[in-house]
C-alpha cells in the first residue's frame, strides 16, 4: 500500500523511465509486478465509480489494454500511476454514461453537491432559540475507547459497507483520497470536478463513515 | 467580519473537513481553534474525524484474483506480439 501511497521519490525517476521503458518492451515480469501492485487499488476506484463489482472488473481490463497500446504515447508528464488512473477513470465515466442516463458523468458532482446533507442529524443540537446553548450538542458523541480496535477485521468491514453505501461520488471522492491516497489536486483532475464540490463531497462522505462508526461502537457497548 | 460570535457546535462539524484539510481562512481556523480548545464534545468529534480517515487509510484493497493476473498476462503477451507484428510486418494482416 505504501508503494501506492507515496509519490515516488526524485530517485525514483528513472525507476519509472526503466518501468515505462520495460512495458514498451512487453517485459512479462515487470507488467505482472504492476498488476499485482496497482490491480487491487484499480478495481476499488472502478467499482466505486460504476458502482457494481462486474462492471468495475471490465473497466479495469478494458484499463489494462488501453495502458500497454498506449504507453509509447505516455509521456512522463504524471507519474505512470496517475496516469493509469487517468485512463481508468474515464472509462469508469463512460460506463456509468452508457448505464443509460443522459447525465454526463461530470455533472454528477454538482447535482449530488446540490442535494444538501448535513454531517452530524439536527436533532443532537440544541435549537436556534435556545436561551443560553444555541446550535451547541444536546447529544454529544461519546468518545471511542482505544484506538486498536479501529483496526479489527469487523471494522473494517463495517468501513467498507459504509463506503458502499455512499452516493456515487462521495465514494468516488472518498475511494481515491482516504483509500487510494491520491491528493485533493489530483482527486480533482481525475473526477474534472471542482476543488469547492470535491471538498464537500469528501466531508460528507467521511461525515458518514464517522456516523456508522459511531453507531457500529454504540452498538457494540450495549 | 473578525469580531462575529464564537462558533457553535453544529458550525464546528460543517467546518472540520476543512480544518483538518488545512483550507480554513485564517479568521474560521482562529475561530474554530478557540472554539475546541473550550468544548470537549467538539474536540471528541475532530479526533473521531481524524481516527475515521485513518481506518479508512488502513483498509487494505482486496488483491486481483490469481485467474485474473493470469488472463492478463496471457492477454499481455498477445498485444505484445500484435504490437511488435504490426511494428515490423507491415504487410496485409492475416485472417480477415
Redesign the interface.
Known amino acids: 500500500?505504501d508503494l501506492l501511497?507515496t509519490q515516488p521519490a526524485p530517485e525514483d525517476g528513472r525507476g519509472e523511465d526503466a518501468l515505462v521503458e520495460a512495458l514498451r518492451m512487453?517485459d512479462?515480469s515487470e507488467?505482472?509486478a504492476l498488476?499485482?501492485r496497482l490491480?487491487?487499488?484499480m478495481?476499488?476506484v472502478a467499482t466505486s465509480i460504476c458502482g457494481d463489482r462486474v462492471v468495475g472488473?471490465d473497466v479495469?481490463?478494458e484499463t489494462?489494454?488501453a495502458v500497454?497500446?498506449g504507453v509509447d504515447g505516455f509521456e512522463g508528464r504524471s507519474t505512470l500511476k496517475t496516469w493509469i488512473f487517468s485512463v481508468l477513470v474515464r472509462r469508469a465515466a463512460s460506463a456509468v454514461e452508457r448505464e443509460g442516463r443522459s447525465v454526463p458523468f461530470t455533472a454528477l458532482a454538482s447535482a449530488e453537491v446540490e442535494a444538501g446533507e448535513?454531517?452530524?442529524e439536527?436533532e443532537r443540537?440544541l435549537p436556534a432559540d435556545h436561551a443560553r446553548w444555541?446550535?451547541?450538542?444536546a447529544s454529544?458523541?461519546?468518545?471511542?475507547g482505544p484506538?486498536e480496535q479501529?483496526?479489527s477485521a469487523e471494522?473494517?468491514r463495517e468501513?467498507?459497507s459504509a463506503?458502499e453505501d455512499l452516493a456515487r461520488m462521495q465514494r468516488a471522492v472518498?475511494t481515491l483520497r482516504?483509500?487510494?491516497?491520491f491528493t485533493?489536486a489530483e482527486t480533482c483532475r481525475l473526477l474534472e470536478m471542482t476543488e469547492g464540490n470535491q471538498?464537500v463531497l469528501?466531508?460528507r462522505a467521511?461525515?458518514r463513515?464517522?456516523r456508522r462508526?459511531?453507531r457500529y461502537f454504540a452498538g457494540e457497548q450495549r | 467580519m473578525s469580531a462575529r460570535a464564537a462558533l457553535?457546535?453544529?458550525?464546528m462539524?460543517?467546518l472540520?473537513?476543512?480544518y483538518v484539510?488545512g483550507?480554513l481562512l485564517e479568521d474560521e481556523r482562529h475561530r474554530f481553534d478557540a472554539h475546541v480548545s473550550h468544548?470537549p464534545?467538539?474536540l471528541?468529534?475532530v479526533?473521531?474525524?481524524r481516527?475515521?480517515?485513518?481506518?479508512?487509510?488502513?483498509?487494505?484493497?482486496?488483491?486481483?484474483s490469481a485467474g485474473?493476473?493470469r488472463a492478463?498476462?496471457r492477454?499481455?503477451?498477445d498485444?505484445?506480439?500484435e504490437?511488435?507484428g504490426n511494428a515490423t510486418d507491415p504487410g496485409p494482416r492475416r485472417g480477415i
Open positions: 500500500m501511497e512487453g512479462e507488467f505482472a498488476v499485482r490491480g487491487g487499488p478495481l476499488r472488473e479495469v481490463q489494462w489494454v500497454v497500446k448535513s454531517p452530524v439536527i443540537f444555541p446550535h451547541h450538542w454529544p458523541p461519546r468518545p471511542w484506538s479501529l483496526g471494522v473494517r468501513i467498507e463506503v472518498i482516504d483509500l487510494t491516497g485533493a471538498r469528501l466531508h467521511r461525515s463513515v464517522r462508526l459511531e | 457553535t457546535c453544529l458550525e462539524v460543517e472540520v473537513t476543512g484539510e483550507t468544548c464534545d467538539c471528541t468529534y479526533e473521531q474525524m481516527l475515521t480517515i485513518d481506518a479508512l487509510g488502513s483498509v487494505p484493497p482486496e488483491s486481483i485474473a493476473e492478463l498476462l492477454a499481455f503477451r498485444w505484445t506480439r504490437e511488435r
